[in-house]
């Protein structure tokens, strides 16, 4: 194992007499230590475990030696465009807020993003398919591609304790200060799984898996929440659904037929506030939200979530709210045309009283989508505050629901830039004719969907994009 040479500083006037050439013997001091930052290189392809590590053209060749490495604050960790790699790798060291340790890449940018996958699921040997992960502070995770990780588990793979250790990568528990940013994922059964604390999870590509997790009741998440402090933003996030009409919640149950989300949160043995979602893209997905009530706890405290200017154009649901309180739900535009064997309307909000906020939204539905649906727990009396919202049925008959429309709504075509089309984001901007233009409520944001300033004429526009 090769040693990482750490320097010493040197105060100035130690550096005064050396340059006068006197000699004067001394004794440095400890409290002026500072380390240099080491780059570490690996190439699965052409390099070699007995290089030193240090250079592009001395690499290591497995994920074996950085394992036996110790990491230090401002320490990266450079996989070779090109190379792929089997296996888990943990980081259980730290980095500083000025010195973070990165795992990122280096290369030829025409080549492919260095590749990891971990089709292993073996919880006693605590390998749970992850690729990456996070057990220390202020960690950077970019430029990687994930794929074809853990999904389709037994019945009998374990309940929630076991599933909830599930993601190609994985922030633990006491890791804080993470970023997982700029990566693409192909097919994992669970992309992205945080617990830390001040997590950001920012502008990943995650995409494509109909597998179920865990035979016959989970479908695939794309991004996965267990705590709170955490940031999810410009994101996209791409057919994350499974279905399957063995699909089912136990016997008791009223979903089934598919599951499957882009983003969910649970995990009831922890209370959560503070988490904010915003600048996401999802398109096919089972759902983009999904934030659960009871698992092995019940009733946890959520609150002060922050969903903004998000574009959905996916199945089941925009929001699926079964716990949760002082939701702003704000400026998202909201396409719910896809109809598949779960069907939960645009909002299934199923709390009492729980008084969330609906304002500025942009909501367009086809085949007879509900819009408000709160009629699938007989408690449910949310009390959820609407307003200022655009409601349209681009096909069939506009069904507000049993809580809508609130006040100040408008019902008119918003008028998308190509709604025919819907291929992609900009696909739901507004066009010059839109009934939304200047008529949103301002709210204090400052930044629309594709970053144009807000606002740009007198008031804001109401959905994702300002005109």
């Known amino acids: ?139 950077i995770v970019e430029n990687l591609y994930f794929h074809h990780t853990v999904a389709e588990l037994d019945i009998d793979a374990g309940g929630f304790l076991i599933m909830w250790e599930l993601g190609a990568v994985y922030i633990d528990k006491m890791a804080q200060h993470c970023i997982v940013r700029n990566n693409e994922l192909y097919d994992c059964g669970v992309g992205i799984k945080s617990y830390g604390h001040y997590a950001k999870i920012e502008n990943n590509y995650i995409h494509d898996c109909n597998r179920v997790l865990k035979k016959w009741n989970w479908g695939p998440i794309g991004i996965w929440l267990g705590a709170d402090f955490q940031e999810v933003s410009y994101n996209r996030i791409i057919n994350y659904s499974a279905v399957n009409q063995n699909i089912t919640w136990g016997p008791n149950s009223y979903g089934g037929g598919a599951d499957g989300s882009a983003i969910e949160i649970d995990d009831a043995r922890n209370s959560k506030s503070n988490i904010s979602i915003h600048h996401n893209y999802s398109s096919n997905c089972q759902g983009f939200l999904e934030v659960t009530w009871t698992d092995v706890e019940q009733n946890p405290e959520y609150k002060n979530f922050l969903i903004h200017h998000n574009v959905s154009d996916d199945y089941q649901q925009f929001l699926a709210l079964w716990c949760g309180e002082n939701f702003k739900i704000d400026n998202n535009t909201i396409i719910r045309r896809k109809v598949n064997e779960n069907e939960w309307g645009v ?118 994009f300002e005109y």
């Not at 750490?6 to 500072?34: D, G, K, R």
């Not at 052409?46 to 230090?72: K, P, V």
């Not at 942009?362 to 007989?378: A, P, Q, S, Y």
Request: charged content about 20%; overall charge negative; proline content about 5%.
């Open 1 to 139: 194992m090769s040693q990482v040479v750490h320097s010493y500083v040197i105060s100035v006037s130690i550096m005064v007499l050396i340059c006068l050439n006197v000699c004067c013997a001394f004794t440095p001091n400890t409290n002026e230590v500072e380390t240099l930052s080491t780059t570490f290189f690996i190439d699965s392809e052409s390099g070699d475990d007995l290089n030193s590590g240090l250079t592009a053209s001395s690499a290591w060749r497995s994920l074996e030696r950085i394992r036996q490495t110790d990491l230090f604050p401002g320490d990266e960790i450079r996989f070779k465009r090109g190379s792929d790699y089997t296996g888990c790798l943990i980081i259980k060291h730290s980095g500083t807020a000025d010195n973070p340790i990165l795992i990122s890449d280096y290369g030829d940018n025409r080549m492919p993003a260095p590749s990891f996958t971990n089709p292993s699921f073996n919880p006693q040997n605590n390998d749970f398919g992850n690729c990456i992960r996070l057990k220390g502070d202020y960690i």
């Open 347 to 464: 909002f299934n909000i199923t709390q009492y009283d729980s008084k969330n906020i609906i304002r500025n939204n942009i909501i367009v539905v086809e085949n007879g989508v509900r819009i408000f649906n709160t009629g699938r727990l007989e408690r449910a009396k949310p009390s959820t505050i609407i307003e200022n919202n655009i409601y349209w049925a681009a096909g069939g008959e506009l069904d507000i629901g049993l809580e809508g429309p609130g006040k100040g709504f408008i019902i008119s075509d918003p008028y998308f830039s190509n709604y025919s089309r819907g291929l992609e984001p900009a696909d739901f901007s507004i066009s010059d004719s839109s009934c939304a233009i200047d008529a949103g409520l301002n709210l204090g944001y400052t930044l629309d969907f594709s970053g144009t300033r807000i606002p740009k004429g007198l008031n804001p526009d109401i959905g994702a």
